[in-house]
């Protein structure tokens, strides 16, 4: 097909400001894309995509998973391009493309794996086309940037391309609803041990049957309203394709066709098995054998700007991504928290880069955040920092925390100023992803042994 002249200036003059700016050192994985697309803003759809473009989307999760789908495929023969390293809106994508393509708009590796934000599929879905799109789950997120779940599943929805194969989460009645005429394969994990009808959690994005409007009957809830329900109209969940049955020695144990199949578990929470199984029936799906994913997955590690983990003076130090405004991913941290043995001090550094720079309006994500699990004697202490750490105190309150134990300081990087080292054995910090520059500021003062409570000896 013959292209605009507009898309060939567009290549030519990207690449050559992708050269120009890792010369000088910078980050060059939005700013070509931004610039090519104001200029073109029919930019995407003129690309000669690879043989395999997979893309990935949902609230939670498709960082992650995307990593995993792209080092399964890398470890077994495939030639892939994905943005990692960039953005997942259309800036970061375009910017993606234009460095790796020739100056045709043609590409040399034979796949692209694109983790894709939801808000974006209007601008890039329908312009890669995707062969299969991965959805991780759709939950309640800023609701600045996304409104409602249902508002994301009608965005999603109306922009799948009818050819794209579907894998879903079968256990998000939100999400495993998306594009019913496309072909799919649904993942999902059965009940565990102690799970109920019933959830501690504060939000529950789906009550009522979609079809008649009647309640949902639950057989069990994971999380928030991840789990298995039915309507007596006759909706409910589907079979499931891969559903995980639990963990094992690391490993997450997966049924598929009557066996049992076994993957690597990065970490024990429920979030990351839910990772794993998408990642692993997405391979499956895609035409790889048990044996060739497993392999490839025993040497996956989780992203460490997803979680980490290091001892400081004598005590170990959990890092984990929090997603500020984002009451769901907050909370499944929260529960993470809780679930740790020992004698806990945990760090909030949760501002994002909104809050940061000039504050929200909007804080009512902080009440709808399940910060009523920290109520436990084996938590010590809660140290927040940044502009809104009173307001994160008065949360904690209403969540019933010992005030005692709530420590604020509106410097983030002053928060291991105010730890009581001789309280606990273990510090947690949770952060969002606007953070970083802050919590490598924590991690190295951590790391000084000698500067754990140092205020406070």
């Known amino acids: 097909m013959k292209k605009p002249l507009r898309f060939y200036i567009s290549v030519i003059g990207a690449k050559l400001l992708i050269k120009l700016m890792r010369l000088m050192k910078r980050n060059a994985t939005n700013l070509p894309g931004e610039i090519m697309l104001i200029f073109y803003p029919g930019l995407l759809k003129h690309f000669d995509m690879p043989q395999n473009v997979i893309a990935v989307t949902g609230t939670n999760g498709k960082t992650t998973v995307s990593n995993m789908i792209s080092n399964i495929l890398k470890a077994n023969g495939y030639d892939i391009i994905n943005n990692s390293f960039g953005g997942n809106v259309d800036t970061g994508i375009a910017s993606l493309l234009l460095d790796k393509c020739t100056v045709k708009g043609e590409f040399k590796v034979d796949t692209a794996v694109l983790e894709v934000d939801e808000r974006s599929a209007e601008r890039v879905l329908p312009c890669v086309k995707p062969d ?40 998000d009645l939100i999400s495993s609803r998306l594009a019913e005429n496309n072909p799919r394969t ?80 990065p970490n024990n929470r429920i979030t990351d098995l839910y990772n ?51 009451p769901v991913a907050c909370s499944g941290v929260c529960g993470f928290v809780r679930k740790e043995s020992g004698d806990k001090a945990v760090i909030m550094i949760l501002e994002d880069l909104y809050d940061g720079k000039r504050t929200s309006e909007n804080i009512a994500w902080i009440y709808e955040t399940d910060f009523e699990f920290f109520k436990g004697q084996d938590i010590k202490q809660i140290v927040v920092g940044g502009k809104r750490a009173e307001d994160y105190m008065v949360r904690l309150l209403i969540a019933g925390v010992d005030r005692q ?37 924590i991690k190295a003062q951590l790391k000084a042994d000698d500067q754990i409570g140092k205020e406070n000896k």
């Open 132 to 171: 299969w799109l991965v959805c991780t789950n759709l939950q309640r997120d800023s609701m600045k940037r996304n409104a409602h779940t249902e508002f994301i599943f009608n965005f999603l929805n109306k922009n799948i391309p009818e050819k794209t194969k579907l894998i879903l989460n079968g256990d």
């Open 186 to 265: 649904y993942f999902g994990i059965a009940k565990l041990e102690g799970e109920t009808a019933e959830s501690e959690n504060i939000i529950c994005d789906i009550v009522n049957c979609p079809k008649c409007g009647n309640k949902l009957e639950f057989s069990y809830r994971h999380y928030n309203h991840i789990g298995r329900a039915s309507c007596k109209c006759g909706f409910g969940s589907p079979e499931i394709d891969f559903e995980a049955i639990g963990s094992e020695n690391g490993e997450a144990v997966i049924m598929h066709d009557g066996k049992k199949e076994r993957y690597k578990l």
């Open 276 to 326: 794993v199984c998408a990642a692993v029936t997405f391979s499956r799906t895609f035409g790889l054998s048990d044996k060739q994913v497993s392999e490839a997955m025993s040497e996956v590690e989780v992203v460490k700007s997803r979680y980490d983990s290091f001892t400081a003076g004598g005590k170990e130090v959990i890092v984990s991504l929090a997603k500020g405004q984002n």
């Open 405 to 441: 134990k709530i420590f604020c300081c509106r410097n983030e990087t002053d928060t291991v100023k105010l730890l009581k080292p001789e309280l606990f054995d273990k510090i947690i910090i949770m952060y969002d992803l606007f953070n970083v520059e802050s919590l490598n500021s």
